[in-house]
């Protein structure tokens, strides 16, 4: 079974780069079952797909915020990562990662990292 789990700062202030990574465990990143996604939650709001990252390094942004959205890999340590460059205080979210295969099958999520943006 497929394990994440988030790890970043909690908290950021405005206009800064918010970086998270998301470490796999029980599963390789590397492989082309999964799309490796970052989606968030604001405070009284639903969830909202940031992006996903396949196995061999495509990516697929959501219009939101793409144009200050990055998503990477590194597979020597099995990772994927979250940098989103200008936060503003729009941005304070639970930001998730997860496993969701490409076609039927289960998904897995981490437990979710709070990130709270104030100067």
């Known amino acids: 079974q497929v394990q994440l789990q988030e790890s970043g700062p909690g908290l950021v202030k405005p206009s800064q780069t918010l970086s998270l990574t998301c470490t796999v465990s029980?599963?390789?990143?590397?492989?082309?079952?999964?799309?490796w996604i970052w989606i968030r939650q604001p405070p009284g709001k639903g969830l909202e797909y940031m992006g996903a990252?396949?196995?061999?390094?495509?990516?697929y942004y959501s219009p939101v915020r793409k144009s200050h959205t990055a998503i990477s890999t590194d597979t020597s340590k099995n990772q994927f990562s979250l940098q989103l460059r200008s936060v503003t205080t729009e941005d304070p979210a639970v930001y998730y990662c997860?496993?969701?295969?490409?076609?039927?099958?289960?998904?897995?999520w981490g437990p979710g990292t709070q990130v709270t943006v104030s100067s």
């Open positions: 997860a496993s969701v295969p490409w076609v039927a099958g289960a998904q897995y």
């Open positions: 029980g599963g390789s990143i590397t492989t082309s079952y999964y799309a």
């Open positions: 990252i396949s196995y061999d390094g495509t990516t």
